[in-house]
């Protein structure tokens, strides 16, 4: 039997997010305006150009995207996609495996928040075969924007209870998996953590035994991408792992 694939540094996620092309009603090309509960993302621009454009208590902004660019936003942030050239972005996420486990939640309209059924029903991505259907990831991204376009409406006209009711939705939604994503920080984050305070007790007390058990890993992208909420994503995973429900 083969050794484990040791997590990525920090038990992250890395994943190649290729900006859906498609225009909205709005007349922007991109992904689904959503929101992290416990994770920070990071966008590394590598191609493209584009746009990010987020909303948080501090009011609505949008940055220019070009190749080069860093730019990362916590959780809370409601944040969209903007494809306005080719946009190829490295996705750095926190907590590798909560967005999968459904840390996020997309801005649909109220009435497919109230209860984490409605809402599974929105955002699935099952075609008429059981499939995943572009044509449903494109459908749920409108209906996502149709969403954040009235919480930002609300937001420029001074209301400044949009985005917390939002805000209050997406908790209510997540709150019966906070026992799953204790376990997987716990098995990720938090043991990456506690495996370096290790290291440096050892190492105060002059002990370089874990020096010798280093190992060297690489991962390739997967082949062919999934229909993620911004984009076709490759995520970076080991070939044995469980296969891969998009969250970001």
């Known amino acids: ?16 997010l290729a900006v859906y092309p498609w225009q909205s009603v709005d007349g922007l090309h991109g992904g689904s305006p959503h929101v992290h509960t416990a994770c920070t993302e990071c966008y590394v621009v590598v191609g ?31 944040h969209r996609a903007v494809n306005t050239g080719d946009l190829d972005v490295v996705v750095v996420m926190q907590n590798s495996g909560l967005p999968e486990a459904g840390d996020a939640v997309m801005t649909f309209p109220p009435e497919h928040l109230v209860s984490p059924e409605a809402y599974a029903a929105a955002a699935s991505l099952a075609g008429p075969d059981g499939s995943p259907s572009p044509d449903r990831a494109r459908a749920r991204r409108d209906l996502a924007v149709e969403g954040y376009a009235r919480i930002l409406r609300r937001t ?3 209301d400044g209870s949009a985005l917390a009711e939002f805000h209050a939705a997406a908790a209510a939604l997540v709150r019966h998996r906070v026992a799953e994503f ?3 920080v716990e098995e990720g984050a938090a043991a990456a953590a506690r495996a370096t305070d290790e290291q440096l007790n050892a190492l105060a007390a ?3 035994a874990h020096l010798r058990r280093a190992t060297v890993t690489g991962l390739s992208r997967r082949e062919r ?6 984009g076709f994503l490759s995520p970076y995973l080991p070939a044995d792992a469980p296969s891969f429900t998009p969250g970001s």
């Open 182 to 184: 204790r376990r997987r």
């Open 1 to 16: 039997m083969s050794a484990p694939v040791p997590e990525l540094p920090g038990a992250v996620g890395i994943s190649r």
């Open 156 to 158: 420029c006209d001074g």
């Open 48 to 78: 493209g150009r584009g746009e990010l454009h987020t909303l948080t208590a501090d009011g609505p902004q949008e940055r220019e995207l070009h190749p080069g660019d860093v730019v990362w936003f916590t959780p809370g942030t409601v």
């Open 225 to 230: 991408p999934v229909l993620g909420m911004c």
């Open 206 to 208: 002059g002990d370089a």
